[in-house]
């Protein structure tokens, strides 16, 4: 069984550096992508960051880039999403993706809530 499991959520005051943690279970993850989407209140979900699982090659969105970080620990099967100098409008509820390229293959974890206060 597949699980996506992410945890480091939280309140969080403006300029703060929480981690977020994925836990990846439930097959191989060499050929994946894995990635971090959020959604506020209101909007789409939309991508963050997103790091190949074999090569580890990260991809950032310009909203982010500089300030956040993804990493993976492949032995502990575990991404990561390090948030620096947060904003208020980085609140959402924050989920862990993992995304086969060639079979369209998709999960989702159940999401993190991150709320940032001014």
């Known amino acids: 069984q597949v699980q996506l499991i992410e945890s480091g959520g939280g309140l969080v005051q403006a300029g703060g550096s929480p981690r977020l943690s994925c836990a990846a279970s439930g097959r191989s993850w060499t050929i994946y992508t894995m990635g971090w989407f959020r959604q506020a209140p209101g909007k789409e979900r939309e991508f963050v960051a997103a790091?190949?699982?074999?090569?580890?090659?990260?991809y950032y969105a310009d909203s982010v880039k500089g300030r956040f970080a993804i990493s993976r620990d492949v032995p502990k099967n575990m991404v990561y999403l390090q948030m620096n100098s947060l904003k208020p409008e980085d609140t959402a509820v924050y989920f862990c993706n993992a995304d086969h390229p060639y079979s369209g293959e998709d999960y989702w974890g159940q999401g993190t809530q991150v709320t940032v206060s001014s």
């Open positions: 790091i190949t699982w074999s090569k580890g090659e990260e």
